[in-house]
């Protein structure tokens, strides 16, 4: 089935977003239960419910052996079930197979009937096969590999297999199973796969237990139905994916279930990637993706203030003058003026040209929707083509392209996610819901990005050098011109990014929360330090940004700044500044001295915006820059101590949504109090 057409049924069986239903209250598959409320008027600032209701189905242990293998140049067989022929060991009825020994070139073969289940114990075995797979179970209704505790066993594969006709390629893993295979015990397992994959069932593939270590050419571990890992110890080196789930055609399966144990993958291409959902429950995973964040190819960017050679009007690059501009200027286009930039490495062996002015998501960022994967380069660490859900655990990740990518939805629930990123660090096409956790991005293209981006709570703080949040729209395709990575994201003015709760805090290159159509924020704390360009803001919205609730603090250059829209609820204050060095104090307090807001900018600033529940109609503050405090910042922001004045460079009555004050000197560009506009 086309993955296009599997991405919406799964998007219509499973609605993760508070946005992705507006006409459905609840969906319900077999894999994942979630409610979901409208994005429109109230809803909105409803929390989005999701919980994963899949298991990893019942535990399965193992009893005495009724038949004893011993593997050597003459294997022997002790009791029923099994025959050797020719290095051969069949196994061919239900039953409990004890085996250990050395087979220097041969095979276990399972081949069982529909209803048996097959139990096998590696004793202690090395297993080597140089033209096949080493475990090849052709049929059983489930076959259970048991590592005996204390054991360490070695299963190796040839780099040329001989298949039985020209019409197959199976088996084509070190370790292959055509019906449902799962791994229990204590003890150790190493897969060395020289012709593909590491250990594949074309049904589901469960690890309840056990220390595998798979090194493959291809594929580590693939399961066409599932993946399902309980506990135990993963260890994965994959020329090509870590872990995959392939079924196309059903949206009840291809899967990645993750409910525990210790995960690590370093993989060429993907991580994880699952056909339909990635589900994480628990556990530590560690994924490098693509060579990591340092082989991140250069990006094609548009931009101002980057260095790069500007394509409209004939502007200089690097920071806006903040006095009145002498002769004339080109209006700046929607979103700003634009001109590509170009950041990051290219990774080894990528020769010839860069893509041609791929336009930003302010502009447009075209893509293929039709591409599939197999005609693509993809190196995310975590993707999935319809839903990605964490409710836990701990994810440590390195990648050189999108750290997590859906190309439907993403939710994170709780967990503890550290991410370094060549390029998105958290990516969904659709929507992108955060209800806690704690979520720390010190190295992204853009920090988080999706259609709609809800935050409800939890802990958030990112580094970008583009966007930090950014709410466009259409999708994000696996590569352009061959490269591992980068994005080709759609611009469509329907982006919306809501913020209910939580604490976030953003450093960003490009604009630091920017939506491609509105803002909402009913609750939490924002804080934003950067761009030092004035090509970006703190704050860049097409339509609204509607401020009913919460806590923000924007920081960054005036040339393209905004506050709240003036419809909000709440309460902003601007201030222009003249250019400000980092960790200069900026103050603003009432008439009578009462703290408002201190706060230490992280980077060179010209201009501060804040939004408080305190700012009072009809009261009038001062602002003031430098100085001193006595407290602790968190995050640059003081709370308390005694402040000894700095420099005051203005007051302003409070009588609408708005307020601005300027200091003497600094000329400001019409629109700054929400929407777009130019200097005057």
Known sequence: MNKKIITILMALSLCISATACTKQSANTTSNTQVEATSATSEASKAPVISSINISSGESETVGAADTFIELSDKSTVQGNGATVENNQITITAAGTYSIKGTLSDGQIIVNAGDSDKVYIILNGVNITSSNSAPIYVKNSKK???????????????????????????????????????????????????????????????KIQSGKITVDAVADGVKGKDSVIIVNGELNVTAGEDGVRSSNDSDVEKGYVLIEGGKINITATLDGIQAETNALIKDG?????????????????????????????????????????????????????????????????????????????????????????????????????????????????????????????????????????????????DSTLVINGGTTEITKSYEGIESQTITINDGKINLVASDDGLNASGGNDGSSVNGRVGQNSFGSTGNGLININGGYLTLDSTGDGIDSNGAIKMTGGTAIVNGPTNDGNGPLDYDSTFDMTGGYVVLAGSLGMAQAPSTSSTQNSIKVNLSKQEANTLVRIEDESGEELLTFAPAKQYASVVVSSPNIKTGSTYKAYIGGSIDSTATYGLYSGGNYTKGTEVGSAKVSSAVTEITQEGVTVRSGGMGGRGQRK
């Open 284 to 428: 530590d995973v560690t994924i490098s993706s693509g060579g990591g964040s340092k082989n991140a190819v250069a990006k094609s960017e548009f931009g101002m203030g980057n260095g790069g050679p500007m394509n409209q009007g004939e502007m200089p690059t690097g920071d806006m003058p903040q006095g009145d501009f002498q002769g004339e200027r080109p209006e700046p286009p929607e979103g700003g003026f634009k001109g590509q930039r170009l950041e990051g490495e290219m990774p080894e062996g990528v020769q010839g040209q860069m893509p041609q002015d791929t336009p930003s998501d302010d502009m447009s960022k075209q893509a293929d929707s039709s591409t599939s994967e197999d005609e693509t380069v993809s190196a995310k660490a975590i993707k999935a083509a319809a839903n990605i859900v964490v409710e836990g655990g701990t994810i440590t990740i390195d990648s050189s392209d999108d750290a997590f990518h859906s190309n439907n939805n993403l939710v994170v629930n709780a967990g503890d996610i550290n991410v370094t990123s060549g390029d998105d660090g958290l990516h969904a």
């Open 143 to 205: 076959t259970i590999i048991s590592l005996a505790d204390g054991t360490q066993n070695t299963v190796t594969d040839g780099a040329e297999y001989k298949f039985e006709s020209n019409s197959t390629d199976e088996p084509n893993s070190a370790i292959y199973s055509k019906s449902d295979l799962i791994f229990i015990g204590n003890g150790a397992l190493s897969v060395k796969a020289n012709y593909k994959n590491g250990i594949t069932s074309k049904d589901d593939l």
